[in-house]
């Protein structure tokens, strides 16, 4: 009877705590003496048989998972966090999708370390629902996840909850690990900044994305500026005429873009980065000058695939796989990329990644990539 005690003690004391319960708030909740709940975790004795029910409710999980004392992995939970959204998807063995969560940003470098664990722990408590915590398996790729102390105060707070296992890193893991799986190729990430994987011998290789004050061109940044640049010009006269004109004062809603100079600034990175899908509409109405800003950011593009492609051990078509924001912005990139690439085209075999970054977290996170497919 006492290993029962124990198992139980484990696991009442486990599930509290993953809620975020004191064992006073738990006996208010069931009506019942915080000594009582404090006895029943030290492994002093069970409730009566009749409460458990209403405790099992209460904790959010089934009086089954409180009384047993198996821990086997059954459960994936891949979590992708950027700096416009978080996506959290939990799949099991099988791969079949039980839930799927999507909250805000949570970048902690945009929205603050406080922000971000108050929002994985929404998520976490949402997508898990009853499911035991400790029969899942979990890793957080998030944007800035792994800059300074980023890295470890975000797996402390992931080590709280008692999963069988967590791991956490960056967005661009998640990205490298929905485009390629194991496999060998190129992963070139094109969102608000742009960089590219080189994936070789199990090996990876970084190529670029040095932050937007050192370039990112063929980012979404990139050619948000650039049309809101070649705008400023037009409006001022010492530019070619473009239509990317009327776009962007259509989108600022003020009465001259140079009068919403301020509200860029003031917005960042991001709001110059949402400009972006400005140039292809521009570009497929015709225009010159998008064209130009095309040809220029998805020529450094072609340049990050080539650079990447050195790192590559093989001599044979090498996968180039595209994921990102602006790589599914229009169906004119493809063809402009391999343009830019020229008689190095036939090199590569590029394609555009179909899966979401969280499925790729949920491969980091150790399910199986054939039951994913």
């Not at 909740?29 to 002093?44: F, L, P, S």
């Not at 009086?63 to 994936?76: A, C, G, P, R």
């Not at 959204?85 to 799949?91: C, D, I, M, W």
């Amino acid at each position: 009877m006492e290993q029962y005690f124990e198992i139980f003690a484990k696991n009442l004391r486990r599930r509290r705590r993953e809620l975020g319960l004191t064992q006073k708030a738990l006996a208010e909740r069931i009506g019942y003496t915080e000594k009582a709940v404090n006895k029943w975790e030290r492994g002093g004795g069970l409730p009566p048989s009749a409460l458990l029910p209403l405790l099992s409710l209460v904790l959010q999980t089934s009086i089954d998972e409180l009384m047993s004392e198996t821990s086997e992995v059954q459960y994936f939970l891949g979590i992708d966090g950027g700096g416009t959204k978080t996506e959290f998807v939990l799949a099991d063995r099988c791969g079949n999708v039980c839930r799927r969560v999507v909250l805000g940003a949570s970048s902690p470098n945009d929205v603050g370390m406080d922000t971000c664990l108050g929002l994985l722990n929404d998520g976490i408590l949402e997508v898990c629902g009853t499911i035991p915590l400790r029969k899942i398996s979990v890793f957080a790729g998030i944007a800035g996840g792994i800059t300074g102390e980023n890295r470890s105060r975000i797996a402390g707070h992931l080590a709280r909850y008692g999963f069988g296992r967590a791991e956490n890193g960056s967005d661009a893991q998640n990205a490298v690990a929905a485009s390629l799986g194991k496999a060998d190729g190129i992963a070139v990430i094109l969102g608000t900044g742009a960089i590219a994987f080189a994936q070789c011998a199990e090996q990876l290789y970084r190529v670029g994305g040095y932050g937007y004050l050192f370039g990112d061109a063929g980012s979404g940044f990139a050619l948000g500026r650039d049309a809101i640049l070649a705008a400023l010009r037009d409006e001022a006269g010492d530019g070619a005429q473009t239509l990317l004109t009327s776009l962007v004062l259509h989108r600022c809603g003020a009465p001259s873009i140079l009068e919403s100079l301020s509200t860029f600034y003031e917005g960042g990175k991001r709001r110059i980065a949402s400009y972006a899908p400005l140039v292809f509409e521009a570009f497929e109405a015709g225009d010159s000058v998008a064209r130009e800003i095309l040809l220029k950011n998805l020529g450094a593009v072609a340049d990050l695939i080539r650079a990447a492609a050195r790192r590559m051990e093989t001599g044979g078509c090498i996968r180039v796989s595209l994921c990102g924001g602006i790589a599914h912005a229009s169906e004119q990139l493809l063809p402009i990329l391999v343009a830019c690439l020229g008689e190095d085209a036939s090199r590569y075999r590029i394609e555009l990644c179909e899966r979401s970054m969280a499925y790729g977290a949920l491969l980091l996170a150790g399910i199986e990539e054939e039951v994913l497919c």
